[in-house]
């Protein structure tokens, strides 16, 4: 079975796998508080999808890019 998307995809637009991980999960806690954006999908999909389309950012201090 493939993942959609693919999780090396995903991975490169967070930079590591904490990262994305952590991301993933503070949009989905904040998908929570909002139904109608969910369109009965579940919060981690919702989630994925907007950070795979660039819906969503992720800003890392300064401090982790070095």
Same mark, same amino acid.
């Given at each position: 079975?493939?993942?959609?998307?693919?999780?090396?995809?995903? @991975? #490169? =637009? #967070?930079?590591? &796998?904490?990262?994305?991980?952590?991301?993933?999960?503070? &949009? #989905? &806690? @904040?998908? @929570?508080?909002?139904?109608?954006?969910? /369109?009965? &999908?579940?919060?981690?999909?919702? #989630?994925?999808?907007?950070?795979?389309? /660039?819906?969503?950012?992720?800003?890392?201090?300064?401090?982790?890019? =070095?």
């Amino acid at each position: 079975m493939m993942n959609y998307p693919p999780l090396n995809d995903l @991975q #490169a =637009k #967070a930079g590591c &796998r904490y990262l994305l991980v952590t991301t993933v999960a503070k &949009r #989905a &806690r @904040q998908l @929570q508080d909002d139904p109608e954006k969910l /369109d009965d &999908r579940k919060p981690v999909s919702v #989630a994925v999808d907007e950070l795979y389309n /660039d819906k969503l950012e992720i800003i890392t201090p300064e401090e982790y890019s =070095k």
